[in-house]
């Protein structure tokens, strides 16, 4: 299995050399410190998997994926960061890579996800597939079961045992602007109850 690293951080490339040197079945062909640099030599390399930073200088390790996918057709792509938000997650797999894994990963973590990417799985640093179930949770909420940024804080501190009164002070909102709020996330929740509403709000990955 020969792989490329796309590094920035020279001491984590001796990390990452490390790491794997022990792996009969790995070798690394070659490292780069940037984006640019990597691009000018990988047409006809023979790597089976890239590993790529993504907070490169110069050119984004995103654009790095997108374009490597394009060179490297038979390649898999592994996005290796520490960027954990949303839309960075989603850029990188969007551009073509098959696995996201944090640098936080343990050397026993990184050397299994190689192997799984090299097997056709897309392994992901499990706080990554949980952001990514989440994310795919919330599109799947029908848009009558959406609440407002104020309804799902509400929601939030009725499941935190605050009385309306309660909630009322601490958003410095009338109370009856409180039951308002709570009658529209019932009906939204098709709820009756708190804990009817907590525990749909919970199913439809809303809490």
């Given at each position: ?151 799902k804080e509400i929601l939030r501190e009725i499941e935190a045992g605050l009385a309306y009164k309660e909630i009322a002070q601490k958003f410095s909102i009338s109370s009856h602007t409180v039951h308002a709020h709570i009658r529209n996330i019932y009906k939204k929740l098709q709820a009756d109850n ?14």
């Amino acid at each position: 299995m020969k792989i490329v690293i796309v590094e920035d951080n020279p001491l984590f490339i001796d990390n990452l050399l490390a790491i794997f040197q022990n792996e009969p079945d790995i070798r690394i062909i070659a490292s780069y410190q940037s984006a640019e640099e990597a691009l000018d030599d990988l047409a006809g390399c023979p790597a089976d998997i890239l590993l790529a930073d993504l907070g490169l200088p110069g050119m984004s390790g995103i654009e790095l994926i997108g374009r490597a996918r394009e060179i490297l057709p038979q390649a898999e792509i592994m996005a290796l960061t520490v960027f954990e938000d949303r839309d960075t997650i989603l850029a990188a797999i969007r551009a073509g890579a098959s696995s996201y894994m944090l640098k936080s990963s343990t050397p026993q973590e990184l050397i299994k996800a190689v192997f799984d990417l090299s097997r056709g799985e897309a392994p992901m640093s499990p706080r990554i597939a949980r952001k990514i179930i989440r994310e795919f949770r919330q599109e799947s909420i029908p848009e009558q079961y959406l609440l407002s940024s104020r309804e799902k804080e509400i929601l939030r501190e009725i499941e935190a045992g605050l009385a309306y009164k309660e909630i009322a002070q601490k958003f410095s909102i009338s109370s009856h602007t409180v039951h308002a709020h709570i009658r529209n996330i019932y009906k939204k929740l098709q709820a009756d109850n708190r804990a009817s509403a907590l525990t749909a709000a919970k199913k439809k990955g809303i809490l």
